[in-house]
């Protein structure tokens, strides 16, 4: 009975006709357990949004309670890195692997101060696991860039939770996807330094270059809630484009 509702949900999404001519015989399960899978991970999805969203606490709080407020905000979203892990489905059958990246970091102009950015680069490793039709990862970023009027450095440390939906493209080698992610971000400039929630969203492709190993072009957009710096508030928006190389293990 289960592998029927497998294969229903798999023609009724993918119109496969009926006795896998488009797929190797025994796909039709495997694809219905992926649909099954990504409709687990919608169910968190609201969850996860809604701790990020009660972490991040209000912005006009007097200075002696903002590191209570920061304790809460950074727990907050350490609760929904640990839901968003511990929901994964089908695990056993999951690759795992590493990950690095290395790119361009392009910063918009901030919003509350006239500073603008010059271009800077960005680096980035994970670990994660694959199960095919999505992956998730632990990733822990660098990103350095110049504020120009003032000739001082911004750099930040991000530790973020990834999301990735592979979209399988029939006959083509390059393979699609789509990636979310949600984390903390630890920003310095100047003399002072603060640590808020962060978030990213980004497409991109890769393509298999050996085996268990694949090369890929992406592109993410990232931003934070506004840090405090110096007694200067800003606002962190990046466009970033990378390139990077997945090995499974």
């Not at 015989?25 to 992926?34: F, P, R, T």
């Not at 640990?82 to 994964?88: H, K, N, P």
């Not at 991109?204 to 957009?221: E, I, K, N």
Request: with cysteine; aromatic share 10%.
């Amino acid at each position: 009975m289960a592998e029927s509702l497998f294969r229903y949900i798999t023609v009724q999404r993918l119109l496969i006709p009926e006795g896998g001519a488009l797929f190797p015989a025994g796909w039709s399960v495997w694809l219905g357990q992926a649909d099954l899978c990504l409709a687990w991970w919608l169910g968190r999805i609201p969850v996860i949004c809604y701790l990020v969203y009660k972490s991040h606490g209000s912005c006009l709080l007097e200075t002696q309670e903002k590191e209570l407020v920061m304790k809460k905000r950074v727990g907050g979203v350490v609760t929904g890195l640990i839901a968003l892990f511990i929901s994964v489905p089908s695990v056993t059958v999951a690759m795992p692997y590493v990950r690095g990246a290395v790119g361009l970091a392009s910063m918009s102009d901030s919003k509350y101060t006239a500073s603008s950015y010059s271009a800077g680069y960005n680096l980035a490793g994970a670990v994660g696991l694959d199960g095919g039709h999505y992956r998730v990862e632990a990733e822990i970023g660098y990103q350095n860039n110049e504020i120009r009027n003032i000739l001082k450095k911004l750099s930040m440390t991000t530790y973020m939770a990834n999301y990735y939906l592979d979209i399988a493209v029939p006959v083509v080698p390059v393979a699609p996807f789509l990636t979310a992610g949600v984390g903390v971000a630890n920003i310095y400039g100047g003399s002072g330094s603060d640590r808020v929630v962060a978030w990213q969203v980004g497409a991109g492709a890769g393509v298999h270059v050996f085996p268990f190993t694949t090369l890929d072009l992406q592109y993410r957009h990232a931003g934070t809630a506004d840090p405090v710096l110096d007694g200067r508030k800003y606002t962190i928006g990046s466009n970033n484009v990378t390139v990077g190389l997945r090995v499974g293990l």
